[in-house]
Each structure stands twice: as structure tokens, then as C-alpha cells.
């Protein structure tokens, strides 16, 4: 029923940009919290940015705090992920994800709704 379209992966140089796109048509995020998590070897689904759909409130993994700006357009149901002064530790696969009853969360066992991942490779 919930259908997440993750979008905008690309190769790009370090130090570039790309904005990643999570379409969700059909759902309201209203109650929600969304979410853009990431595959890191070794590891779990580790947070990177969240948004709250109740109160647009937003939430960033240290790592890219300054870097990262997550946004929302609820009437497109559509949420991005706007990546700037990217880095090779950037390169990995990003997941965008729909959190039921949760108001922000960077846990991945708190996400109930799971989209494709886009695959992001920055370049030396």
C-alpha cells in the first residue's frame, strides 16, 4: 500500500552535489517521520536525516550536519535529500524510509516502509 520511489543517485567528484528525491504517491505524511538512511559496510542501516511530516522539524546524523539538507513537499508527497560538499565516504547506497508513530528517528528499527535504494559514488 505504501509505495516509496527512491530517486537521484549518481557518480559525482568530490566536493559535488546531487539531491535525492523519495516519492511516495498516494501517502499522506502527515504522522510520520521520513527518513534517508544509509548502507554502511559492516553495519546496519545507519541514520543519515530525517523529517517529521507533522511539524517539518529535521533531524542530521553528525556526519553531515552543514552538509546534508533533508526538505519535504507534502503536496507532492515527495521528500529530498539535498547533498553538498559530498565526500568519498559519502559513496553507498540511500534508502528513504517511512517511520509509523514516529516524530523523527535515525534508528533503522524504528522505519516500518522501506523504498529502493539510489546508489550515491563520489569520487576522489
Known amino acids: 500500500e505504501v509505495q516509496l520511489v527512491a530517486s537521484g543517485g549518481d557518480w559525482v567528484q568530490a566536493g559535488g552535489s546531487l539531491r535525492l528525491s523519495c516519492a511516495a504517491p498516494?501517502?499522506?505524511?502527515?504522522?510520520?517521520?521520513i527518513g534517508w538512511l544509509s548502507r554502511v559496510p559492516g553495519k546496519a542501516r545507519e541514520g543519515v536525516s530525517c523529517?517529521?511530516?507533522?511539524?517539518?522539524?529535521?533531524y542530521y546524523a553528525d556526519s553531515v550536519k552543514g552538509r546534508f539538507t533533508i526538505s519535504s513537499d507534502n503536496a507532492k508527497n515527495t521528500v529530498y535529500l539535498q547533498m553538498n560538499s559530498l565526500k568519498p565516504e559519502n559513496t553507498t547506497v540511500y534508502f528513504c524510509?517511512?517511520?509509523?508513530?514516529?516524530?523523527?528517528?535515525?534508528?533503522?528499527?524504528?522505519?516500518?516502509?522501506w523504498g529502493q535504494g539510489t546508489q550515491v559514488t563520489v569520487s576522489s
Open positions: 524510509a517511512v517511520g509509523v508513530g514516529r516524530s523523527w528517528s535515525l534508528d533503522y528499527a524504528e522505519y516500518d516502509y
Open positions: 498516494g501517502f499522506t505524511f502527515d504522522d510520520y517521520a
Open positions: 523529517i517529521s511530516s507533522s511539524d517539518g522539524s529535521t
